[in-house]
């Protein structure tokens, strides 16, 4: 009869208590260019899990849940990724070793829109002293994006900042004056002038400043590599190094810098790669 219970604890222990090596991760049933996920990191280790995909890699810090621990994190795909398939991996270095889990997932493929506009001619053809004030902006963001916090701040429920429609949706590939440029690398969000702007997650504000092509321009850093944006503002609410919460106020639209009219141009950088934000913006308010 003790026996009995003996072995009948230890079946019910063993069913209860994951494997050693038990190294997990969620994946969605397929990625896309130009858009971030979500990957869950399932272990029975403490030890932060380093996830890596398309030459790109980040550090997860996992909390304890009902059966080990778990963390998240938003993985990216630039919008000119052409590959069939991505391939993701877990790595975790534990006392007993390293433990390796690889995942393949197939890549949908979305063809963004061309986008012809005029714009001033100041704006297209840059004098010597506009051009080197936007490299030296420039340099400030890049140098700004090196020295992210590695805590991720925000949820998978990111807040739409204004709740006007879209005039301009991400990736398209935009023509000023007949010349290409970049594809536009977040969306434009119809708004009057004056309308509040929120944080889109919690996070530090690292840039509040004015800039030549963006105007004023709010950059928060959210941690784990996702960084929001929001560009030609009519008033900046928040200062460098603030902290904010999802849906705290840190400004109102405007037209400042290279634009047609009052608008929210906003940005979302996942690990370096400028995403569609839309599908994220999941939160009620
Ligand atoms: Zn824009």
Known sequence: MIRRTILLICFVLLSVVPALGALRIDLPEHAMNGRAFLVTVHTNAQAPVC???????????CVKDSDGYRGVALLALPRDFSEKTLQVSAVEETAAGTNIVTRTIPVQHKKYREQHLNVDRKYVELSKKSLDRHYAERATV??????????????????????????SEFGVQRFFNGKPRKAHSGIDLRGKKGTSIKACADGVVRIAASHFFSGESIYIDHGQGVVSMYFHMSKLLVREGETVKKGQVIGQVGSTGRVTGPHLHFGLNVSGVAVDPIPLFTAKK
């Open 51 to 61: 996830l890596k995909w398309n030459n790109t890699e980040i550090s997860v810090s």
């Open 142 to 167: 890049r140098s700004m994006m090196t020295s992210l916090a590695a805590e991720r701040k925000w949820d998978a429920d990111f807040l739409r900042p204004v709740p006007g429609g879209v005039s």
